[in-house]
Nanobody, 130 residues
Framework: QVQLVESGGGSVQAGGSLRLSCAAS????????MGWFRQAPRKEREGVAS????????YYTESLKGRFTISRDNAKNTLYLHMNSLKPEDTAMYYC???????????????????????WGQGTQVTVSS
């Protein structure tokens, strides 16, 4: 049984930083794809970043590259999203997602598409105030 449990969300002022965590069980064995998505009110869910747990390849939404960094602690089977220079438009529910297929084998344009991921966490809220 796959479980993804996010934590680390909260309220922060613009320019601040947060680190989100996703503790995984039943997946994340080194042959998977794990990623972060977000959904703001009245907007569609969008991909933020993903990582191939086998070779460590990372994929980012271009507009967030440089501010957001995805990483993983293999020993803890935990995925992280480091978010810096946060802006009010980063306010959203952030979700951890996983697939048993290694994302380095996918068409790259599909890596940050939410429908490619069958497993999801419950989400953690990030609120950035100006």
């Amino acid at each position: 049984q796959v479980q993804l449990v996010e934590s680390g969300g909260g309220s922060v002022q613009a320019g601040g930083s947060l680190r989100l965590s996703c503790a995984a069980s039943g997946i994340g064995t080194g042959s998977d794809c794990m990623g972060w998505f977000r959904q703001a009110p009245r907007k569609e869910r969008e991909g933020v970043a993903s990582m191939d747990t086998g070779d460590g390849s990372t994929y980012y939404t271009e507009s967030l590259k440089g501010r957001f960094t995805i990483s993983r602690d293999n020993a803890k089977n935990t995925l992280y999203l480091h978010m810096n220079s946060l802006k009010p438009e980063d306010t959203a529910m952030y979700y951890c997602a996983a697939s048993r297929r290694r994302c380095s084998t996918w068409n790259p344009v599909r890596v940050l598409v939410s429908s490619e991921y069958p497993y999801w966490g419950q989400g953690t809220q990030v609120t950035v105030s100006s």
